[in-house]
T-cell receptor
Framework: AQTVTQSQPEMSVQEAETVTLSCTYD???????LFWYKQPPSRQMILVIR??????QNATENRFSVNFQKAAKSFSLKISDSQLGDTAMYFC????????????FGKGTRLSVIA | GAGVSQSPRYKVTKRGQDVALRCDPI?????LYWYRQALGQGPEFLTY????????KSGLPNDRFSAERPEGSISTLTIQRTEQRDSAMYRC??????????????FGEGSRLTVL
């Protein structure tokens, strides 16, 4: 079974600073996808960034980037130039490429951006 | 529709009553997922469908929970004889393809269930 672990229940960062959220996962699959979702106070689920396991290059979306280390099964999210609007719950998620198992989420990290 | 639509957005019911939660996925999306999310927790998988076929229901907590998607589009999650511990946000998501990793999972705004 696949598991996703987020070891930081809460984090805070000063506005304009950089913060890194940790995520590790456990799987026997060789090809899979990893995601970071953001859930602001409105409780929507918003896809932030996606990484395909067979791609060695780390994904980047504007201020958001990942550090994907396949051997270590680690998938951290770096937020640069943090903004007040980044305040949210952040969930790491995993799905194998087989398509026959569901997306598995971690328990989340609550990020607070402080002015 | 433009996005995944869920109804009702809020449901308050008394313990022992049955509830039905509806999900209308994005038109043409093959896969439909149901998740449950308690406050401050990550979404917990319940069940999912490819077209009308229920592929995995291993996440349903017990036999009071059931789901269907008879025509491969709209899905209903039914909870019979509700209990207070069923109180949570119930989220539906859909994806264009069966291999949902290659495509994005689109979430609805959820149905918040409160059992008194």
């Amino acid at each position: 079974a696949q598991t996703v672990t987020q070891s930081q229940p809460e984090m805070s960062v000063q506005e304009a600073e950089t913060v890194t959220l940790s995520c590790t996962y456990d799987t026997s699959e060789s090809n899979y996808y990893l995601f970071w979702y953001k859930q602001p106070p409105s409780r929507q689920m918003i896809l932030v960034i996606r990484q395909e396991a067979y791609k060695q290059q780390n994904a980047t979306e504007n201020r958001f980037s990942v550090n994907f280390q396949k051997a270590a099964k680690s998938f951290s999210l770096k937020i640069s130039d943090s903004q007040l609007g980044d305040t949210a719950m952040y969930f790491c998620a995993f799905i194998p490429n087989s398509g026959n198992t569901p997306l598995v989420f971690g328990k989340g990290t609550r990020l607070s951006v402080i002015a | 529709g433009a996005g995944v639509s869920q109804s009702p957005r809020y449901k308050v019911t008394k313990r022992g009553q049955d509830v039905a939660l509806r999900c209308d996925p994005i038109s043409g999306h093959v896969s439909l997922y149901w998740y449950r999310q308690a406050l401050g927790q990550g979404p917990e998988f319940l069940t999912y469908f490819n077209y009308e076929a229920q592929q995995d229901k291993s996440g349903l907590p017990n036999d009071r929970f059931s789901a269907e998607r008879p025509e491969g589009s709209i899905s209903t999650l039914t909870i019979q004889r509700t209990e207070q511990r069923d109180s949570a946000m119930y989220r539906c998501a859909s994806s264009l393809t069966q291999t949902s990793g290659s495509g994005e999972l689109f979430f609805g705004e959820g149905s918040r269930l409160t059992v008194l």
